[in-house]
């Protein structure tokens, strides 16, 4: 074999190498504008408008809300902050951990079971309809005093819905995931439709994400938000 081979040879070899490092690069950085319409008791409209950054090695979901109030939500794990002016002006319990968001789970790879395999539930039942496999969580004996069943459905490799009841088996709420995009290995649903019951009212919210970067290396006061004393 002459040098002229070994040359093609090596360079094809370093372009693959080059194509699996990106494909397998690790997403850490999220940041997105979003839009909110949902409807509140009576069926009013409303709408929300504004850009969310989080980064999975912070944890913390930074939502820079722009309509109709100007203000910055910050979600922790234990604890949601309602921040105007630079002053904290409410804080609420989270009750969601951020490492089940949406955002963290697109970011490791784990939204098609929505990390529940780490979430303290144990796959029940699996079966297919429609082009669909769905699947049953049931929670794991420590937690059933306090959670119900949770059914996942995905289409393809990309989770398509969650339906989540309580221990009455009644639905809670629905999740339903639309209009993935993709960008080197990484995807995420753009329309996020979530209906939820209150009083035995059902109502709608539709989320949706436009210019998605991921990885970004600006906005570095976003992604470490520090929050006011």
């Known amino acids: 074999m002459n040098r002229k081979y070994y040359f093609v040879l090596f360079a094809l070899v370093i372009l693959l190498l080059q194509k699996y490092s990106v494909e397998a690069q690790d997403f850490y950085r999220f940041k997105a504008d979003y839009t909110i319409k949902l409807s509140n008791k009576g069926n009013k409209p409303v709408m929300k408008k504004g850009t969310v950054f989080y980064d999975k090695n912070v944890k913390k979901i930074v939502i820079k809300n ?30 969601l951990p951020v490492e089940f968001s949406v955002f963290h789970l697109a970011l490791n790879g784990n939204l098609a079971n929505y990390g529940l395999d780490k979430a303290g539930y144990i796959l029940n039942d699996v079966s297919r309809d429609k082009g669909l496999v769905i699947a049953s969580w049931l929670p794991e004996n420590n937690f059933k005093e306090n959670l119900g069943k949770i059914i996942i459905a ?32 990484f995807s995420f649903p753009t329309e996020i439709v979530r209906i939820y019951y209150v009083d035995q009212e059902e109502l709608y919210e539709l989320t949706t994400y436009r210019n998605i970067k991921i990885n970004e290396t600006g906005n570095n006061e976003y992604y470490n938000y520090r929050i006011p004393e």
Not at 70 to 87: A, L, M, P, Q, W
Not at 156 to 183: A, P, R, T
């Open 154 to 185: 995905t289409k393809g490799k990309e989770l398509y819905s969650i339906v989540y009841l309580n221990k009455k088996e009644e639905i809670i709420s629905k999740h339903i995931f639309h209009k993935y995009m993709y960008d080197k290995g």
């Open 66 to 95: 722009g309509f109709p109030l100007k203000e910055n939500i910050i979600h922790s794990d234990t604890s949601i902050y309602f921040i105007r002016v630079g002053r904290v002006i409410n804080r609420t319990t989270n009750f």
